[in-house]
C-alpha cells in the first residue's frame, strides 16, 4: 500500500469535515465516516532516523475522528480503559473544537495522556469493546480514542496552555516515593497536591523509569516525559538520582533514620529473563534492557557524539515476540544492522506485541521468522557470536494463556548465521528491596503483594504499585495504581496527625 502523505490525509479529512462539520449527524452517518489514518514517516526514511514515527492527526482529522463517536449513553469504553476516563466526554469536547475543555475531562481521571495517546495497548482496552468498531465488526473501525487522547494533550503542550495544578496547604509530612516511573510519577503528584513534602528516589542518572530507557525516542519522545517531569520538580517534588533503595539506603533508614512518614515503592520490573540455554555469555548477547537502555538512556544512537560503545552488529537476531521484542529490532535497524529479525516459538497470530508495531517493524524491513526456537548460540574462536541453532515448531493444544503452545520437531535443527542475539523474553522484578527489608511480603515471583483497594503493603505506612506489584504490565496500569495508592497514603497520612 503506497504511503500517504500528512498533506494528503489532511486534504482528505478537511473535504469530510466541510461535508459534516455543523450538521446534526444520525448514528448511520457517523458510522459511515471512514476513520482517520495516522500520518507516518515514511519507512525508508525512519529507518535511519530516532524521531517520532506517527507525526499525530492534524486539526481536522481530530474532529473528523471524533465525530464519529456515537457518544452511547452505555459507553462500554469507559469500562475498557482501566482508570476510567470520561471518553464520550472528551470526544464530544474535541468534535466541538474546545481542545482545552477536551484535557481538562481527561485529566480528571489520567494525569499523563500524551503519553497514554500514545503507548497504551488501545486495541486491547478503550477501543475493544467500542460500539462502532463492534457494529464495523471490525476492531481497526473503532474510533481512535487513544490518537484523540494524544492529539489534545499535545495541543496543551504546544499552546502553552498547561496549567500547574494547586498544592494544599502544608501537611508536614514527609513521604518517599521509590523510582520514577509512571507508578512513582502519578503517586508523586498525587501526594504533592496533598500538602506533603515529596521526595523521590531513582536508582538510575535519569527520572522516568521504562518511559526512558525502556521505550524508544521514535515511539515516545523523551521531551514528553521531560514536560511530565518537570511539571513535577515545579510542584515542589524533590528527585534524587543514583540513589538505589536497599544499597544507598534500606527502606527501614528511609523510615525511621531518615524521617519519612509513608513511603511508596514503584520500583518496576527491571530484571531481565533469559533463555538459559547454552552460549548466552558470548560477547554479542544481550537482554532487550541492555540493548535499549544504552541507546535510549545512553543515546548511543548519537553515534558522533556519543560516549557509549556500540556493538558493530550486522546480522540480528531478536528472540522474543512481544512490544520489548519489536522495539529493540526496530532500534537494531536504526543503530545500523544488515539485517533483522525476530525468531518467535508460534505464528504471527500468537504473538504478543501491538498489531500497530508488527505492521511499523514489517514496513521498516524486520524479517521475521515463525514457528521457530532457539536451541543454543555458538561462538568464534573470539567468543563473539556467530551461529544460532534453531528448532522448528508446530503448534499445538492452547496452555493456561489460551495461546497454542508450541512443540519442537526432531531432526529440524539447523545452525542460522547471526553476529548479535537480543534476549526480549521478559522481565522480572529486582529482588533487591525484599532482600534487604524484613517483613515485606512478595509472591513466589516476586512480586511485592498489596491490598487491591489500597496498594498498602504488609509494612505500616509503606504502599507499592505498577510493575513491581503486577509484573511487567503497562503504563496506564502502573498509573493508575499510583494514584490509588496515593489516595489511601494520603487518608493513612491524615489519621496519623497532624505534624506541623
Ligand atoms: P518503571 O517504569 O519500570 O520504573 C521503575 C523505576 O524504578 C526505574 O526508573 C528504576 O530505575 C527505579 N528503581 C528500581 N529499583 C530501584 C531502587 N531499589 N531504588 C531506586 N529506584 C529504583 N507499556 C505500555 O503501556 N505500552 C507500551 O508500548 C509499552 N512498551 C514497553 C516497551 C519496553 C521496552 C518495556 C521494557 C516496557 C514497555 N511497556 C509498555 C511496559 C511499561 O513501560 C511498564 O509497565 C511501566 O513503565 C511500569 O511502570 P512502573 O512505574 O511500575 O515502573
Ligand atoms: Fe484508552 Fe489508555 Fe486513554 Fe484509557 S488512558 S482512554 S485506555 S488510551
Ligand atoms: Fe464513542 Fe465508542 Fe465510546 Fe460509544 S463506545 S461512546 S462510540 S468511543
Redesign the pocket.
Known amino acids: 500500500m503506497a504511503h500517504a502523505s500528512l498533506t494528503e490525509l489532511d486534504a482528505q479529512a478537511k473535504d469530510l469535515l466541510n461535508q459534516y462539520q455543523d450538521k446534526s449527524l444520525t448514528a448511520k452517518e457517523r458510522l459511515a465516516i471512514p476513520p482517520q489514518e495516522m500520518p507516518s514517516q515514511d519507512p525508508n526514511k525512519r529507518v535511519h532516523n530516532m524521531d517520532e514515527v506517527a507525526i499525530g492527526y492534524t486539526e481536522a482529522q481530530v474532529k473528523v475522528e471524533a465525530l464519529r463517536c456515537l457518544q452511547c449513553k452505555n459507553a462500554p469504553c469507559i469500562a475498557g480503559c482501566p482508570v476510567g476516563i470520561n471518553i464520550p466526554g472528551f470526544i464530544k469536547k474535541t468534535a466541538e473544537g474546545d481542545f482545552k475543555g477536551a484535557v481538562n475531562v481527561i485529566k480528571e481521571s489520567s494525569m499523563l495522556p500524551a503519553i497514554c495517546g500514545r503507548?497504551?495497548?488501545q486495541e486491547a482496552q478503550c477501543q475493544l469493546p467500542c460500539t462502532v468498531g463492534k457494529s464495523l465488526k471490525s476492531i481497526d473501525k473503532a474510533v481512535n480514542i487513544g490518537r484523540i487522547e494524544r492529539y489534545v494533550a499535545d495541543w496543551e503542550s504546544h499552546t502553552d496552555s498547561r496549567e500547574n495544578p494547586s498544592i494544599a496547604p502544608s501537611t508536614g509530612k514527609k513521604v518517599g516515593v521509590?523510582?520514577?516511573?509512571?507508578?512513582?510519577?502519578t503517586a508523586a503528584a498525587d501526594l504533592r497536591r496533598a500538602g506533603h513534602d515529596v521526595v523521590m528516589?531513582?536508582?538510575?542518572h535519569k527520572?522516568?523509569?521504562?518511559?526512558?530507557?525502556?521505550?524508544p525516542e521514535f515511539?515516545l519522545p523523551k521531551s514528553i516525559v521531560q514536560e511530565e517531569l518537570d511539571a513535577l520538580a515545579g510542584m515542589g517534588v524533590t528527585i534524587e538520582h543514583n540513589?538505589?533503595?536497599?544499597?544507598t539506603a534500606k527502606l527501614e533508614d528511609l523510615m525511621h533514620r531518615e524521617g519519612f512518614d509513608a513511603l511508596f515503592l514503584?520500583?518496576?520490573?527491571?530484571l531481565p529473563k533469559f533463555l538459559n540455554i547454552p552460549g548466552e555469555n558470548y560477547i554479542g548477547v544481550f537482554s532487550?534492557?541492555e540493548y535499549?537502555t544504552r541507546s535510549n538512556l545512553m543515546r548511543a544512537y548519537e553515534r558522533n557524539v556519543a560516549g557509549t560503545p556500540l556493538y558493530g552488529s550486522k546480522k540480528v537476531a531478536v528472540f522474543g515476540g512481544g512490544?520489548?521484542a519489536m522495539?529493540?529490532a526496530r532500534t537494531a535497524l536504526r543503530l545500523g544492522a544488515e539485517s533483522v529479525t525476530v525468531v518467535y516459538r508460534r505464528t504471527d497470530e500468537e504473538m504478543p506485541a501491538?498489531r500497530e508495531?508488527i505492521a511499523h517493524a514489517k514496513e521498516e524491513g524486520v524479517q521475521f521468522l515463525y514457528l521457530h526456537a532457539p536451541l543454543r548460540i555458538l561462538g568464534d574462536e573470539n567468543g563473539r557470536v556467530q551461529h544460532v541453532e534453531l528448532i522448528t515448531c508446530e503448534l499445538g493444544e492452547p496452555d493456561a494463556s489460551g495461546r497454542r503452545s508450541p512443540r519442537e520437531i526432531p531432526g529440524t535443527e539447523a545452525l542460522h548465521a547471526f553476529d548479535t542475539v537480543i534476549v526480549a523474553i521478559g522481565?522480572a522484578s529486582?529482588p533487591?528491596?525484599e532482600r534487604t527489608t524484613k517483613g515485606l511480603d512478595v509472591n513466589h515471583r516476586g512480586n511485592i503483594v498489596v491490598d487491591d483497594e489500597t496498594c498498602a503493603t504488609s509494612m505500616p505506612g509503606v504502599y507499592a504499585?505498577?510493575?513491581?506489584v503486577l509484573g511487567?504490565?503497562?503504563?496506564?496500569?502502573?498509573m493508575g495504581q499510583?494514584r490509588k495508592a496515593a489516595k489511601a497514603m494520603n487518608a493513612y497520612l491524615a489519621e496519623q496527625g497532624d505534624a506541623t
Open positions: 503507548v497504551c495497548p521509590v523510582g520514577s516511573g509512571p507508578a512513582s510519577m528516589f531513582e536508582a538510575l527520572s522516568g523509569g521504562v518511559l526512558v530507557y525502556g521505550i515511539r540513589f538505589l533503595v536497599g544499597r514503584g520500583t518496576g520490573a527491571g532487550a534492557n535499549l512490544n520489548v522495539d529493540a501491538r508495531e522481565n529486582n533487591l528491596i504499585g505498577g510493575d513491581i511487567a504490565a503497562t503504563v496506564i496500569l502502573a499510583g
